[in-house]
């Protein structure tokens, strides 16, 4: 049993090309809320599309490619995380050619703002420039960008990713995750033990919650 004093741990793992990852924290963020549970998150990298090129894909092609998505199964997935991300306030911006990007970049770079407390942050100033605002996240000085407007270091930044300096922690993690088991996203784990897979919604995540408080006495 866990002395309920001690915040409930909660590690994420995820990809920031990744739609129901934003949809699925998002629910979750809500009923954490709701529910006034003392939480810390910790984010974990996974790549969605690891072999990818860094000048990425356009989606329809990507997701044709890889699931056999019809274009009318295309529109419609596009139009429910649409409507799902308004219920949650965050705005998915599907333009025609929004492209998928190769994201070890962004985990290094989220690697390095965690050393300055910043990497909830900057996970989120991602999702909202990759899908809200189509920003190339491929791109070095984009990404270098994207972690001045929270207030790191731009050179930094750009330095960072310029020598990969993080390249083999960040696999090392990613692979840490995949021998746990976790083949896709998003992935959250309660107290280092209770694995809960893809967007959950509001009422379950509040539930499960409920179920974690009294586990934890």
């Known amino acids: 049993m866990t002395d309920q004093k001690t915040p409930l741990r909660i590690d994420i793992v995820s990809d920031v090309m990744c739609p129901w990852c934003v949809i699925g924290?998002?629910?979750?963020?809500?009923?954490?809320?709701?529910?006034?549970?003392?939480h810390e998150i910790h984010w974990h990298p996974f790549e969605l599309n690891p072999n990818m090129p860094a000048t990425g894909q356009d989606m329809r092609e990507h997701l044709a490619e890889k699931y056999r998505t019809t274009p009318e199964q295309s529109d419609s997935n596009r139009a429910n995380m649409v409507a799902r991300g308004?219920?949650?306030?965050?705005?998915?911006s599907f333009e025609d050619g929004f492209r998928m990007h190769n994201t070890f970049n962004t985990h290094q770079l989220l690697h390095w703002a965690n050393a300055h407390d910043r990497k909830h942050d900057l996970k989120?100033?991602?999702f909202t420039a990759h899908f809200t605002n189509g920003r190339?996240?491929?791109?070095?000085?984009?990404?270098?960008?994207?972690a001045a407007e929270i207030g790191l270091d731009r050179a930094e930044?750009?330095?960072?990713?310029?020598?990969?300096?993080f390249a083999v922690e960040v696999r090392q993690e990613q692979k840490f995750w995949t021998q746990q088991g976790i083949s896709g996203?998003?992935?959250?784990?309660?107290?280092?033990q209770h694995l809960v897979t893809g967007a959950q919604g509001v009422d379950n995540y509040k539930s499960m919650l409920n179920q974690l408080q009294k586990m934890r006495g």
């Not at 998002?26 to 954490?32: E, G, N, Y």
């Not at 190339?136 to 960008?145: C, I, K, N, Q, R």
């Open 185 to 192: 996203v998003p992935a959250v784990v309660f107290d280092r």
């Open 157 to 165: 930044a750009a330095a960072v990713l310029r020598d990969q300096r």
């Open 86 to 92: 308004e219920e949650l306030g965050f705005e998915f």
């Open 124 to 126: 989120q100033a991602l």
């Open 136 to 146: 190339d996240l491929s791109d070095v000085a984009v990404l270098a960008e994207i």
């Open 25 to 38: 924290y998002r629910q979750l963020a809500i009923a954490l809320a709701a529910n006034g549970v003392d």
